[in-house]
């Protein structure tokens, strides 16, 4: 069933946010506007909520948890729900897929793919939801019968950014949802109109009214006041560590579970041994496929120095020929950056970079091709001869620029690829498969790809060692980051003890 259009041209949309079941305004009736990073120009009008508005919705979610049916559900039941989301989610996965291209510049081919894949998060958490149960333990007191069980942890306050809003909604909700918690989302103020429109699928679904809510607004305002409301049991978050540590201590103020999905300055490492056309097409999908705006872009090249000037030519001749367009174009291979303050950042790093003694080989400015220059492109960039300590190789720039790094042998390239404050991924190309492992075992990092790059699942775990994060999401265990355990002991023998020993 078609729920959600597709955006027409010329036309802006009006949203309101998702509250109890409700489309509903504001209070304060504020909205600002989300504009289109290829245009430039605003498209949808957003609802600005304040921490009132967040309350409306705690509450919903805390009412439909407590009082609605929702809490009385069997885990089959809620699976039922989540496979007609999924169904829902498929036969919308056009549309949705528009909306977010038009709001975040990210290529139609790549959200089309995305939201395509999308459903198996759903239905794989679907088919989890009524296996989700505690143990029988076997007591050391003969009297005893000891069980667990798993209970949902209760309100979900969930943040997510701009660059894959369903898609990195999705590494939480259905596994909140199959644990039986209610939801409420503040999307990033750049990108809210997926989150929204994917609100319309809920009511069609059979979900009760506020298990799932959506407010919408700016980080300090809307977002503070979500983690810092004392009804979320759980924040569960993706971001940058910068805003990860802010949401941490507000989470901690009414001790609230926190998962954090944080940055990343992740190394791609290429052995003299690699396929050197492979390597390079991995290393140019991992830091020019999305803009570069990935939490596990390849943003430093460990390259081996036998290898260094092959592997730099045949990635400055791949990146001067990427096509730069319109994210909705079949041909196009990169898009803008999701919004002004964000090219400009990208911009200003390429030249501080510069300033430290790095070389630019590739790209570094606006293009200023007609077509082009209104949007918020920055070319392709390759910096040559940079060493780790630059800035440029420890902040994470969330755009198309590659920092190359030589290096002379295993123990150098490992010391350099943990010698980062994150942790989040890596790539290793090489042919010796001894030496593959040895390196994988020695990073320290969430997932590693051997001969490979960019690659995820909904079944396979997701998360950051260090300041790239708390928690895991995805795969079966990501349940329990939306899970209480609760210990039941059964007395079986009737008789009465000792009040003042402890059994
Ligand atoms: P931000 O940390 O700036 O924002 C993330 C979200 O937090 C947005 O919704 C933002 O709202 C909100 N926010 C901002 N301030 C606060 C606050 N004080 N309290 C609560 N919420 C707040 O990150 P970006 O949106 O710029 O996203 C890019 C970052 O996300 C990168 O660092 C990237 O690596 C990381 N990321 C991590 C992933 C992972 O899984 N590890 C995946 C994808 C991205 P608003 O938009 O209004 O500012």
Redesign the pocket.
């Known amino acids: 069933m078609q729920l959600i259009e597709a955006p027409k041209q010329e036309e802006t949309r009006k949203y309101g946010m998702l509250i109890g079941g409700e489309w509903v305004e504001p209070l304060s009736g504020k909205t600002f506007e989300s504009s289109n990073p290829f245009t430039g120009k605003a498209w949808a009008t957003i609802s600005e909520a304040e921490a009132e508005d967040v309350n409306r919705a705690v509450k919903a979610a805390r009412h439909a948890f407590d009082e609605g049916p929702w809490g009385r559900m069997t885990g089959t039941e809620r699976a039922r729900l989540l496979r007609r989301l999924a169904e829902l989610i498929g036969e919308n996965a056009d549309n949705l897929a528009l909306v977010e291209s038009t709001d975040n510049g990210k290529l139609l081919r790549e959200m089309g793919g995305q939201l395509k894949g999308l459903p198996e998060w759903y239905y794989y958490f679907a088919g989890a939801a009524d296996k989700i149960h505690g143990d029988t333990i076997p007591s050391d007191k003969p009297n005893f019968f000891v069980y667990t069980r798993k209970e949902p942890v209760g309100v979900v306050g969930a ?6 809003p369903l898609l ?1 909604l999705s ?1 939480k909700l259905p596994a909140a949802l199959a644990a039986g918690c209610t939801f409420v989302v ?5 990108t809210s109109a997926s989150t929204l429109e994917f609100g319309k699928l809920f009511e069609e679904a059979g979900f009760p009214p506020g298990v799932f809510n959506v407010v919408t ?4 305002g809307a ?2 006041a ?2 810092a409301h004392p009804g979320v049991d759980k924040v569960a ?8 540590k ?2 941490m201590k ?1 989470a901690a103020d009414h001790l609230a579970k926190v998962s954090l ?4 300055k992740s190394p791609n490492i290429v052995f003299e041994d690699a396929d050197v056309e492979a390597a390079s097409n991995g290393v140019i999908s991992g830091i020019f496929a999305a803009t570069g705006q ?2 596990i872009a390849g943003s430093r090249l460990l390259v081996h120095k036998k290898s260094h000037d092959e592997i730099v030519e045949r990635l400055s001749d791949r990146a001067s020929t990427i096509k730069l367009g319109d994210p909705l174009a079949d041909d196009t291979e990169m898009g803008p950056s999701a919004f002004r303050e964000q090219m400009d950042k990208v911009l200003n790093y390429i030249d501080t970079a510069q300033g430290e003694g790095a070389e630019l080989v590739s790209g570094g400015n606006r293009p200023d091709t007609e077509g082009l220059k209104e949007g918020f492109f920055v070319e392709p960039t390759i910096l040559t001869g940079v060493d780790n300590d630059m800035r440029i190789a420890r902040e ?1 720039v ?1 755009g198309p620029v590659l920092s190359v790094i030589p290096v002379e042998s295993e123990e150098e390239i490992i010391r350099l690829a943990n010698d980062t404050e994150f942790g ?1 991924a890596a790539g290793i190309w090489t042919k010796d498969i001894q030496r593959a492992h040895r390196v994988a075992h020695a990073i320290r990092a969430g997932t590693i790809w051997i001969n490979a790059y960019r690659t995820l699942s909904f079944n396979t775990p ?1 998360g ?1 060692y260090k300041s ?2 708390l928690g895991r999401e995805n795969g079966l265990d990501s349940i329990n980051e939306f899970c209480e355990t609760k210990s039941v002991w059964v007395e079986l023998s009737g008789s009465t003890r000792d009040p003042f020993t402890m059994g």
Do not use: D, Q, R
Not at 186 to 190: F, R, S
Not at 217 to 220: E, I, L, R, T
């Open positions: 943040i997510t950014p701009w660059n894959s990195l590494f503040k999307p990033a103020e750049h607004g700016y980080g300090a977002g503070a979500l983690t978050f993706t971001g940058s560590t910068e805003t990860g802010l949401v507000s999905e944080l940055g990343g990935t939490c994470e969330f989040l997701f950051g790239s994060g």
